[in-house]
């Protein structure tokens, strides 16, 4: 097990990238290694909305926000999750996949156009300048 | 209440569409409605009759449910025929019993014609009506081998269809010297009688039947007056029909010489107690033989019995329709014959069996008619023109000649009520608009009550600038948002970019839009910003707005990896260069392939190495090719004056001017452009966005051309220009484009959405109509000078080189590319 490991509320934390690698409103592309075997996950980075802007966003009150789900498309077979856009559908965060353009919620990887098919998700936070994910 | 009583004779097709009419709009209030029908079956689907054979059965083809009637409290008596109308005393009479009636509506459609032959009434001669007739056909059928059809029409061709599918040697047997004499030529009833030949039906033209008497091999022997014979165990007449005016010539109301029942434009008969509807009915002299005016005059009726307006017009005879699988269409006075000074344009191709014909008016400015054999697509157009009354182009010709590209501009309030929006489900633009006025709120709703659109799906553009185009004229506000981040067009967009002069997505959202954006705004924000000001789309503001493509500057592949496309302007390339993609291909273990584009293109790079392949192109001398953006591919050359002996002008100097102008030009989508040396036209520049041609006074200007999925022509938009003003008109006619069209929307759907045409476009660009001139020219003087490549502004930026990692947090590559080799090369497994 890994060194920096952490227990909180059961749920084990470990860390996997620098906030520095993250993309804000975009993805990025990370190994983790899981009970099952290695896994390569999408990292999504919503920033809070910067309230410096001279011109406040409407979705002001939002914190930051990060997601974490497979970087395998389950469409095209191809590892290129991490590389779609991130937007919303009805306020919900969704990715949309880089080859055939169907969307996933992040929240909890339901793909909108064909719901019986999902990403996994795993639990992410950021705890100073690391990205944590529980595996 | 006292209901007064109505009486319908006939539940064929257009009986059924009055009975239908007159309880939806609730007129069983005012009658009590009685409907007597002949054939034991409820109305079906007699346009369809032939699909009995092909699978369906009564029940589906009958056109409503079995307790329609009695659920609506309208009695229905079927296999009840009237034998009797009694005027005096306002009866009708079967052998059933007399019925009094307060109106009487005759709706009893037509009969098929047996010619007098004397033998025409033997055993197994039938006819092709009705669903009882189509049972005798099969039970006859069953022990015959062959069958031949009296008739070469419409009806006649799709009986023998029918034969044939029943597995018989079928034959026809036209009296006229062609097929389908009605419909189409000497030409189109040749061609016709190829296609239907070569489909294993024999054809017999130019024959009258003189009697029909036991055969030896088969069943009957037809003897012909020029005393050949043909022999067969079946016969179906199909020699046109004839109104069944019987009951009312009896009673004596009005009939026409040659038949049918006269009605004026009210449906009224010469008793006004009486209406009579559909193929019996005659009006201003003419039968209509087909569906549609009956169910028009169904309307009228309803009208004429619940004190409405509605009057009957006449009903235009076009038709398009697929015999045996061969295409044929007449619109209007197809033969020419009934428009004195009309002339004509001819179109025969012998090897595709196509052939087409024009009439035109005397001054060649109207279209009057027109016949087509072989290749309906040609249909629509050409009825929007005979419909509507449009002039025509200056080349009619070029409205049937293969490949060429006449389809109108039409607005959609240009359209007549009339005109077909959907010819699958045979929906008009007044069905559209009546079923807004019934409440229909938007494009779904329209759909869903008129089944616009849901059937080939073809009209899906058309139908939508209709329903927006009546929405808005009824003052509703129609939602053109370019998705539901934005409630605007990306045309407001770009106007809203420009004139406050905003810069970044996350501002545009922040005041014009709300949530976080998505795949459809975010990459229109993105080519917009870059259009305006051209700032470099790596630049951390406007990486989250790009499509993985333009992200990571490259093409990705169905596998996850991506193709390189270095620029070769204008197709020219330096024996050194060759020799480095070559080596840069070799090195990556890249698939290489030339491209459409005169370039070549680099298959199977991985993310995390593009960085370095560039590296090496850069290196070399070469530029992004921008293969994976929305904005300028390629201008394709010939080699031109300066090889080619049959040059007048350097068309490679020419592309490589043009395409080091435009590269990097972000717009609404890609542009391909291409220049010919002369005439011939190697370079194919008439399939561009935009083409020139080298001439001996200069270049020719060509624009909205398209390849691919939608071919169109180019047009012709300027001739002879020298090298300054090709370029000033280049120049504003793509910012013009950039600025005025809608997301993904090539250059030809822009050109045939524009409101003026090609005539509009030529007073904004060459006569500056709006005054638009000098700002169009001055913008893309910005995009040109903050012009640079990509590749090189990323690979000099450690942060930007972050973003082609595979993994942030690890060095090992995808394990899941994996590639196999074919002839020679690498290629996904
Ligand atoms: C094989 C075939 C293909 C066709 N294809 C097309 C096509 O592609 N497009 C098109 O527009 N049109 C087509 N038509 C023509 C179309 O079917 C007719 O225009 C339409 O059916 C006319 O409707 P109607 O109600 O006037 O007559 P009908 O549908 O013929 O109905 C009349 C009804 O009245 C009954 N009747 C008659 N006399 C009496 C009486 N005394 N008492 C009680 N009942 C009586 C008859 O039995 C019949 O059921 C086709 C027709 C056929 C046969
Ligand atoms: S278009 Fe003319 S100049 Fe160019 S290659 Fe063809 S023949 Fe030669």
């Not at chain 1, 914190?63 to 919900?92: T, W």
Request: aromatic residues 6%.
């Amino acid at each position: 097990m890994n060194a920096a490991t952490a227990i909180d509320n059961d749920v084990t934390w470990q860390p996997l990238c620098r906030t520095a690698d993250l993309v804000a409103h975009s993805g990025v592309a990370a190994w983790l290694e899981t009970a099952d075997g290695p896994a390569q996950v999408a990292l999504f980075f919503l920033p809070a909305a910067d309230r410096s802007a001279s011109t406040p966003s409407k979705l002001d009150d939002r914190p930051h926000e990060i997601y974490a789900v497979d970087n395998h498309d389950p469409f095209s077979g191809a590892n290129v999750i991490a590389r779609g856009i991130v937007g919303d559908i009805g306020g919900e965060p969704v990715i949309a996949s880089p080859l055939y353009k169907q969307h996933f919620r992040l929240g909890d990887g339901r793909c909108v156009e064909k719901p019986e098919v999902g990403l996994r998700c795993w639990p992410v936070k950021l705890d100073g300048d690391r990205v944590m994910i529980a595996a | 209440m006292n209901k007064q009583r109505l009486i319908v004779i006939g539940n064929g097709m257009v009986g059924h569409h009055l009975v239908e009419q007159l309880i939806a709009h609730n007129a069983t209030e005012h009658y009590e409605i009685v409907v007597f029908g002949e054939e034991r079956h409820r109305a079906y689907d007699r346009v369809h009759l032939s699909e009995y054979f092909g699978g369906r059965d009564a029940q589906s083809l009958a056109m409503c449910d079995a307790d329609f009637y009695a659920a609506n409290g309208v009695e229905l008596r079927l296999h009840e025929a009237i034998a009797r109308i009694d005027r005096d005393a306002n009866r009708v009479v079967s052998d059933q019993g007399s019925y009094a009636y307060d109106r009487l509506v005759l709706a009893t459609g037509s009969y098929p014609f047996v010619p007098p032959i004397p033998g025409g009434d033997r055993a197994n001669c039938l006819v092709y009506r009705t669903l009882d007739d189509l049972d005798a056909i099969r039970a006859a059928a069953v022990n015959a081998n062959t069958g031949v059809v009296v008739g070469g029409g419409l009806l006649g061709l799709e009986a023998a269809n029918a034969l044939r599918g029943l597995d018989l040697d079928t034959a026809v047997v036209e009296f006229a010297p062609r097929l389908m004499p009605m419909q189409v030529d000497t030409e189109g009833g040749e061609l016709l009688r190829e296609k239907i030949e070569d489909l294993g039906v024999q054809v017999l033209t130019g024959r009258a039947t003189r009697e029909i008497v036991d055969g030896e091999a088969s069943f009957h022997r037809m003897v012909f007056q020029d005393d050949k014979v043909l022999e067969t165990d079946l016969i179906v007449f199909s020699a046109g029909i004839r109104p069944r005016d019987a009951l009312a010539r009896d009673c004596r109301l009005e009939v026409g010489e040659r038949g049918g029942v006269v009605i004026d434009d009210k449906c009224l008969t010469s008793d006004p107690a009486i209406l009579a509807i559909g193929e019996v009915a005659l009006w201003n002299d003419s039968i209509f033989g087909l569906v549609a005016p009956g169910y028009q005059m169904a309307k009228v009726a309803l009208a004429t019995l619940t004190e409405g307006e509605e009057t009957f017009r006449g009903a235009d005879m076009s038709t398009k329709l697929k015999l045996m699988g061969v295409d044929v269409g007449a619109i209007g006075d197809a033969h020419g014959d009934r428009s004195p000074g009309a002339r004509m344009f001819r179109y025969l191709d012998e090897i595709k069996q196509q052939y087409r014909k024009l009439v035109v008016s005397s001054d060649g400015k109207k279209l009057l008619g027109a016949m087509l054999v072989g290749d309906n697509g040609y249909y629509d157009t050409l009825m929007q023109y005979y419909s509507n009354g449009l002039e025509l182009p200056a080349d009619p010709a070029s409205l049937i000649l293969p490949g060429s590209d006449g389809v109108p501009t039409l607005g959609p309030d240009a359209l007549p009520e009339s005109a077909s929006i959907c010819s699958c489900h045979n929906v008009t633009k007044g069905a559209i608009c009546a079923s807004i006025d019934a409440g229909a709120g938007d494009l779904g709703a329209v759909k869903a009550d008129t089944k616009a659109s849901t059937g080939c799906g073809g009209c899906a553009a058309l139908l939508k600038n209709v329903v927006d185009s009546e929405l808005e004229a009824r003052g509703v506000e129609v939602d053109q948002s370019i998705c539901e981040h934005f409630a605007h067009t990306r045309q407001a967009l770009y106007s809203i970019v420009r004139v406050e002069g905003i810069r970044t997505f996350s501002e545009l959202i922040g005041k014009h839009g709300q949530g976080l954006g998505c795949d459809i705004c975010k990459p229109a924000v993105a080519s917009i910003l870059a259009s305006c000001f051209n700032e470099p789309i790596t630049d951390a503001a406007h990486v989250p707005l790009q499509d993985t493509n333009d992200t990571f500057m490259a093409n990705m592949q169905k596998n996850g990896t991506y193709s390189v496309v270095p620029r070769v302007p204008g197709g020219e390339i330096t024996p050194d260069k060759l020799i480095v993609l070559g080596r840069v291909g070799e090195k990556y273990g890249l698939y290489t392939k030339v491209t459409g584009g005169q370039r070549i293109d680099l298959f199977g790079a991985r993310l995390e190495d593009l960085p370095s392949i560039w590296g090496e192109l850069l290196d070399a001398g070469f530029e992004t090719g921008h293969a994976y953006a929305k904005s300028l591919r390629t201008v394709k050359s010939c080699v031109g004056s300066t090889w080619c002996r049959y040059g007048v002008a350097d068309s490679v100097g020419m592309a490589i001017q043009l395409e080091n102008r435009y590269k990097g030009l972000r717009s609404p989508h890609k542009l391909k452009l291409a220049v010919s040396g002369c005439t011939r036209e190697c370079a194919e520049a008439q399939s561009k966005d935009v083409g020139v041609i080298a001439t001996e006074n200069g270049w020719n200007l060509y624009v909205c051309g398209n390849g691919g999925m939608r071919p169109r022509h180019a047009e012709l938009f300027a001739t002879d220009l020298d090298d300054a003003t090709l370029v000033k008109y280049i120049d504003r006619f793509l910012m013009f484009y950039v600025r005025t069209a809608d997301r993904l929307q090539r250059t030809s759907v822009w050109r045939e959405n524009l409101e003026g045409g090609l005539d509009y476009l030529k007073a904004v660009v060459i006569d500056d109509s709006l005054g638009l001139g000098a700002e169009l020219e001055a913008q893309m003087r910005t995009v040109i000078d903050n012009y640079e490549c990509e590749w090189a502004g990323a690979l000099s930026d450690p942060d930007k080189l972050k973003r082609f990692r595979s993994f942030v947090n690890d060095r090992r590559p995808d394990p899941d590319i994996i590639v196999t080799e074919e002839r020679g090369q690498l290629r996904p497994a």
